[in-house]
């Protein structure tokens, strides 16, 4: 699975767009860029995912460049709750055949401020 | 709809002691994992199950040993357990990719720690 890159800390005003960036320059044709986040101890959750065109759900907006090299994770308006890491996570699909597991890096840690 | 639970939550352990994380699922899915995350860094996967009766290593599989004999639950095993295994324990489910969505389902996790 190709390597990301994230700034170690982001922080961002409550009720403001939180953007949180994510490189990944090695990433290949059949690769997916997933995002999760975990907020203090607890599990990881899943937040949305990507393969070329952008995406948005409940939660979050993923904008992926054209030449897929890197993402963008939006937070529409991000509340004191959004605080945890964000970690992006690039993850070729496997189909119906099996899967094995997430790499995590260091991620991401967004602290919303009042 | 309970979804991913572990057992324990907290557990203190001598070195050279052993003993078993339980993880169960109630959501039906095939694959099952075991991840373990030491402070400041992300999880590491340790073994994961595509299926009842089967197991694959991880990252770091050294040390631990695992069981999937009934669909919903996945056993993660200490034999001799080390200082080093010190962390924080968190087991996840997800049913088969479909259309690119791979989204695992993580549990609260377990805190061990070896003394």
């Known amino acids: 699975d190709a390597k990301t890159t994230q700034p170690p800390s982001m922080d961002c005003a409550e009720g403001r767009a939180a953007n949180l960036p994510c490189n990944h320059s090695?990433?290949?044709?059949?690769?997916?860029v997933y995002w999760y986040r975990q907020i203090h101890s607890q599990g990881p959750q899943y937040i949305i995912h990507g393969l070329k065109n952008n995406e948005t759900n409940e939660m979050a907006s993923l904008i992926i460049t054209e030449d897929r090299k890197s993402s963008t994770l939006i937070l529409p308006h991000a509340t004191l709750r959004d605080t945890a890491v964000y970690y992006c996570i690039v993850r070729r699909f496997f189909g119906g055949g099996g899967a094995d597991g997430l790499t995590f890096g260091k991620g991401t840690h967004l602290i919303i401020q009042p | 709809n309970a979804g991913v639970t572990q057992t324990p939550k907290f557990r203190v352990l001598k070195t050279g002691q052993s003993m078993t994380l339980l993880c169960a699922q109630d959501?039906?899915?095939?694959?099952m994992y075991w991840y373990r995350q030491d402070p400041g860094m992300g999880l590491r996967l340790i073994h994961y199950s595509v299926g009842e009766g089967t197991t694959a290593k991880g990252e770091v599989p050294d040390g631990y040993n695992v069981s999937r004999l009934k669909k919903q639950n996945f056993l993660l095993g200490l034999e001799s357990a080390a200082p080093s295994q010190t962390s924080v324990y968190f087991c996840a489910s997800s049913p088969p990719s479909s259309g690119g969505m791979d989204e695992q389902f993580f549990g609260p996790g377990t805190r061990l720690t070896v003394l």
């Open positions: 959501m039906n899915h095939e694959y």
């Open positions: 090695t990433i290949s044709g059949n690769e997916y």
